[in-house]
């Protein structure tokens, strides 16, 4: 599945509330991600490979998307091939085929795909 919208439209929200109902989901930030990947953290890799539903937030938040989270990506993709993941992204599905290559976005986009639209729930007032 690939979830995406504009910021503070409760997309992370949904998602927790999501892992928090489905025992056997992990959720996990690229940054996250990336980190385990410099860090040759085999055992959060595994836990990837492992889980029922894995989500992955956060993809392509910087304006460009750097090797490491080009690799990271392409990893989860292989190793979830198959298995329930959750991509979460600020971008839509056009913007994610210029971020990534070809092989990358048909990977995160073979899924279902939810717009959350609406206004910053972070900017509200009162």
């Keep these: 599945m690939y979830l995406h919208g ?31 990947e410099r860090t ?14 894995v989500v992955v937030d956060e993809l392509g938040c910087r304006r460009q998307v750097s090797d490491w989270e080009y690799s990271v990506v392409k ?7 198959q298995k329930a993941t959750v991509w979460i ?3 839509p599905p056009e913007r994610i085929r210029a971020l990534f ?5 048909s990977r995160l986009l073979c899924g279902t795909w939810f717009a959350l639209e609406g206004h910053d729930r972070r900017q509200e007032d009162g």
Excluded at 40 to 53: C, E, K, S, T
Excluded at 75 to 81: C, F, G, I, Q, S
């Design 6 to 36: 504009g910021t503070g439209r409760g997309k992370t929200a949904a998602v927790l509330a999501l892992v928090a109902t489905v025992p056997d989901s992990l959720y996990q930030t690229v940054e996250d991600l990336v980190e385990a």
């Design 40 to 53: 040759h953290d085999l055992h959060l890799w595994q836990l990837v490979a492992h889980y029922n539903l």
């Design 75 to 81: 990893r989860v993709a292989d190793l979830r091939e």
């Design 89 to 91: 992204s600020n971008h």
């Design 101 to 105: 290559d070809d092989r990358i976005a």
